[in-house]
């Protein structure tokens, strides 16, 4: 019991100071997982937008297919993304293996199927005296889409918030085309904030993976205050 106090007291001692380790790896773990979340949001709400109002046969199975995706577990992303992008994929010419781009696209992958999902349920959640006013009204199909949208804005804006939350928080596969390298240089480096605690938690530094893991909490925590904030804000 003794040994855990401890390692608490000597993780708020690496974050007050700014331990130029812990803070290099918080910010390489948010840029990677923001990187992520943005070109995810550019598939998934508009993906989520047409299925949800588009009338196509296999629909209900197309979202029910979704759905079971979010179970989705990252090592098996990350064993695909894997295959595609090693030396003997058919994007190993890329030469994307244990690089942070690698990643990124592991992330989106994972985190799609969520958001747009996600976004399906907001949009199926507005009032339907609302899109039939737009309809009566005589909205062409891009006002009728961004107005709707517009009303479902905090719903989604949560939906790009667990996005990016399922993202920061995965590990496998960011171990798979990762490889947790300790670099110089942010191009080269792949250690983010669940590598890292997974790796001093191995090697028996409890305090470093303590700070890790305060670190990411608390990120986790701000997001949440955000989306917690702007819906009160709607709603006073």
Same mark, same amino acid.
């Given at each position: 019991?003794?040994?855990?106090?401890?390692?608490?007291?000597e993780?708020?001692?690496?974050?007050?100071?700014?331990? +130029?380790?812990?803070?290099?790896?918080?910010?390489?773990? @948010?840029? #990677?997982?923001?990187?992520?979340? #943005?070109?995810?949001?550019?598939?998934?709400?508009?993906?989520?937008?047409?299925?949800?109002?588009?009338?196509?046969?296999?629909?209900?199975?197309?979202?029910?297919?979704?759905?079971?995706?979010?179970?989705?577990?990252?090592?098996?992303?990350?064993?695909?993304?894997?295959?595609?992008?090693s030396?003997?994929? +058919? $994007?190993?010419?890329?030469?994307? $293996?244990?690089? +942070?781009t690698?990643? @990124?696209?592991?992330?989106?992958?994972?985190?799609?199927?969520?958001?747009?999902?996600?976004?399906?349920?907001?949009?199926?959640?507005?009032? +339907?005296?609302?899109?039939?006013?737009?309809t009566?009204?005589g909205?062409?199909?891009?006002?009728?889409?961004?107005?709707i949208?517009?009303?479902?804005?905090?719903?989604?804006?949560?939906?790009?918030?667990?996005?990016?939350?399922?993202?920061?928080?995965?590990?496998?596969?960011?171990?798979?085309?990762?490889?947790n390298?300790?670099?110089?240089s942010?191009?080269?480096?792949?250690?983010?904030?669940?590598?890292?605690?997974?790796?001093?938690?191995?090697m028996?530094?409890?305090?470093?993976?303590?700070?890790?893991?305060?670190?990411?909490?608390?990120?986790?925590?701000g997001?949440?205050?955000?989306?917690?904030?702007?819906?009160?804000?709607?709603?006073?």
């Amino acid at each position: 019991m003794y040994e855990i106090i401890e390692g608490f007291i000597e993780a708020i001692r690496l974050i007050v100071t700014l331990d +130029p380790d812990v803070m290099a790896i918080a910010v390489r773990s @948010i840029i #990677i997982s923001l990187t992520a979340t #943005i070109i995810a949001s550019l598939i998934a709400l508009p993906l989520g937008a047409a299925i949800n109002f588009g009338k196509f046969r296999g629909r209900r199975s197309i979202i029910n297919l979704i759905q079971t995706l979010y179970s989705l577990p990252t090592v098996i992303v990350g064993l695909l993304i894997f295959l595609l992008i090693s030396r003997a994929g +058919p $994007l190993g010419f890329l030469r994307l $293996l244990f690089t +942070p781009t690698a990643m @990124i696209i592991a992330q989106t992958v994972l985190i799609i199927p969520i958001m747009t999902g996600l976004t399906i349920s907001a949009l199926s959640g507005v009032d +339907p005296v609302i899109r039939d006013t737009l309809t009566s009204l005589g909205a062409t199909r891009f006002q009728f889409l961004i107005n709707i949208m517009k009303e479902a804005r905090f719903a989604i804006l949560a939906a790009v918030a667990v996005g990016f939350g399922r993202a920061i928080s995965e590990v496998g596969a960011a171990i798979l085309v990762g490889g947790n390298i300790a670099a110089s240089s942010f191009k080269s480096s792949t250690r983010v904030l669940t590598t890292a605690i997974s790796l001093e938690t191995s090697m028996g530094n409890i305090p470093q993976s303590i700070a890790l893991g305060i670190v990411l909490l608390t990120i986790a925590l701000g997001v949440n205050l955000v989306i917690s904030t702007l819906q009160q804000g709607r709603n006073p």
